[in-house]
């Protein structure tokens, strides 16, 4: 695999891989004289840390840059921008608005014959290092048991995607729970359906009834700012709350991406309280970093 764009740019056990990478310390200095560009379209906070602590950590430099100074199809289209980049550094990964920005920069790269692999930070597609971490965190309280019950509440989006693709690819069953409106498409529930058993539901205590893990993430993503006073009125009821999680099963925790907007996808009492993993979840970012960019770089367990 040289890019990194979907989850499923992984097979099942180099998914697996990744995670065990993830737990290598000290982990082999694979950057030692390499830079990773970090180009970000929009905010970060846990993605952008969590992948210069990762790059430092393995040996090398990260260099991060922020919307306005990069300027993809503004100041130079994004083609431009990945064969500059692609001259410099080892790694790139971008957090983008399009999907398509960060296909278009993988397409210029191998046209050019470059080495540079490319890692979706976040499209308006797809979260896979989330779901990296996602995975990471489950594993660590249940193990990858298949069968295991992973809800997703909310709004279906970048992150609802990888996870249920991530989940699915692993044996795990899926259940979502959104409004009517905001749900996946027929071919998308199809295609999700075709990897395992994953099952939609517009009541959220339908979706969470037994599931061991609650996951939620915000109803408006970046990007959507302008439907957000629509949004919020269209998922009243869909909060995370004590009332939702005493419909889950006795052992469940509560996962969410973060950042989370507190009394709309999630309840304060909820984010504080035992069943919450959403700090935990937010390290595994870091770790995972470091798994899929020792992987990347040819390393394997045990190898
Ligand atoms: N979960 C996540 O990607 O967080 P940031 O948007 O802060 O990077
Ligand atoms: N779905 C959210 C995830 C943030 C990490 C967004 O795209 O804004």
């Not at 959220?204 to 915000?218: F, I, N, W």
Request: proline residues 4%; glycine residues 8%; negative net charge.
């Amino acid at each position: 695999m040289k890019h990194f764009l979907e989850i499923d740019d992984l097979s099942k056990e180099e998914i697996i891989e990744v995670l065990e990478l993830s737990e290598l310390v000290p982990p082999p200095k694979v950057l030692s004289d390499a830079t990773v560009g970090l180009i970000f379209e929009k905010p970060s906070l846990r993605t952008r840390n969590s992948s210069e602590a990762a790059v430092y950590q393995l040996g090398g430099l990260p260099i991060s840059m922020v919307s306005g100074e990069v300027g993809i199809d503004r100041r130079e289209s994004a083609e431009d921008v990945a064969r500059t980049l692609a001259s410099y550094h080892r790694f790139v990964g971008a957090r983008v608005f399009a999907h398509s920005t960060l296909e278009r920069m993988t397409k210029a790269i191998d046209v050019a014959g470059s080495e540079t692999g490319v890692i979706n930070l976040l499209s308006d597609f797809s979260h896979p290092c989330q779901a990296l971490a996602d995975l990471a965190t489950i594993r660590n309280h249940f193990g990858l048991k298949p069968g295991l019950k992973v809800a997703y509440v909310g709004d279906t989006n970048n992150v609802t995607r990888s996870l249920a693709i991530g989940c699915l690819m692993l044996g795990l069953d899926v259940a979502v729970g959104s409004p009517e409106k905001y749900g996946f498409e027929e071919a998308e529930r199809d295609r999700l359906q075709a990897l395992g058993n994953v099952t939609f539901y517009s009541d959220p205590g339908e979706a969470v009834s037994g599931a061991q893990v609650v996951y939620t993430d915000v109803w408006t993503s970046m990007g959507q700012e302008e439907e957000r006073q629509q949004r919020l009125r269209d998922f009243a009821g869909y909060t995370v709350d004590s009332d939702l999680m005493s419909k889950a099963g006795s052992d469940a925790v509560v996962m969410h991406c973060l950042p989370a907007h507190e009394d709309e996808e999630i309840s304060r009492e909820v984010l504080e309280s035992t069943a919450s993993v959403v700090w935990e979840q937010a390290q595994n970012r870091m770790h995972v970093m470091r798994g899929l960019f020792l992987f990347m770089s040819g390393v394997r367990p045990r190898s």
